[in-house]
């Protein structure tokens, strides 16, 4: 009989109207309209055969109409809120038909690289920058050793160049040709190429050799100081000379090294340094020159 889950679902509902969904609550108006009109109609049928008043079976139908209209706010007031709609998905790109080509991406242009200098490249510039420098058309002897002299001052020189009198002495060598101008020094020096050679680059002295068909190179550093001695005369005047000196062949090679001095007096400095340049330069013909073959 239906009153019984009727009754049930009624007071599950007033007892806790916030949990029941929309659904159970249409179930419930439902359910108890049906209990109500079968109670209405047995309890009206229960009337008659007592014979009560008319007014009993009204006041019964008001309260089932009350009863009924109550559920059925409580039904309205809890109806769902309105859905929210989701966002419309973007419909992917149609594919291109069967058997169409894809239409081809335009390629970026690239930054171009920027251009490093290779190993080869860089020796070719430096082969023609030395080239500027280097005297290729030398006279040179066939009946002996060409030996290039190459000077450079150890030290500031105040009083003339230790260079240019050395090269006054050993200018009657004979046992060598000696060659003075077969590179440009003062260009050498501020490339930074003198410091190489007298730094032992064997490529750069063979690249020097190569270019000038020397078959030596004999580089010399000179330096000097002067000193008073006041102990034999006042006026007599010291010069101390200093040679290094390195001789290379045509493979960048050293063949012989070493350091020569010589002491020259005089009641000049200018005098001074010449007679210490006749002493070394003799000393370079014996050690150096005569060993040349």
């Not at 179930?27 to 079968?38: C, F, I, M, S, W």
């Not at 240019?164 to 003062?186: H, K, M, N, Q």
Request: include cysteine.
């Amino acid at each position: 009989m239906p009153s019984v889950p009727a009754v049930l679902l009624v007071v599950a509902v007033l007892g806790n109207p916030e949990q029941v969904d929309h659904s159970t609550l249409a179930a419930v108006v439902e359910a108890v309209g049906a209990t109500v009109a079968l109670l209405t109609f047995a309890f009206t049928l229960y009337v008659y055969r007592r014979k009560e008043q008319a007014g009993v079976i009204w006041f019964i139908f008001a309260g089932a109409f009350f009863l009924v209209a109550v559920l059925t706010y409580v039904t309205n007031s809890r109806q769902p809120a309105t859905p929210i709609s989701p966002a419309p998905v973007q419909a992917a790109p149609e594919a291109p038909p069967s058997g169409s080509h894809p239409a081809p991406e335009t390629p970026h242009p690239l930054a171009p690289a920027p251009t490093i200098p290779t190993p080869a490249k860089k020796d070719v510039a430096r082969a023609a920058e030395i080239e500027q420098m280097i005297n290729t058309t030398l006279s040179l002897s066939s009946s002996q050793p060409n030996v290039g002299i190459l000077f450079d001052a150890a030290a500031p020189e105040t009083e003339g160049s230790a260079a240019e009198v050395l090269r006054s002495y050993l200018g009657s060598e004979s046992s060598v040709r000696l060659i003075f101008d077969f590179a440009d020094t003062a260009a050498l020096k501020s490339h930074g190429f003198l410091t190489q050679l007298y730094g032992g680059n064997a490529a750069l002295l063979t690249e020097v050799l190569r270019l000038s068909r020397l078959d030596y190179i004999n580089l010399v550093k000179a330096g000097y100081s002067f000193r008073q001695q006041p102990e034999l005369d006042q006026d007599l005047v010291t010069c101390d000379l200093v040679l290094t000196y390195r001789l290379v062949d045509r493979s960048g090679q050293t063949v012989q090294s070493g350091r020569l001095s010589a002491a020259g007096p005089g009641f000049t400095r200018s005098t001074a340094l010449d007679i210490a340049a006749e002493r070394t330069a003799s000393q370079l013909r014996e050690k150096v020159f005569a060993s040349i073959r």
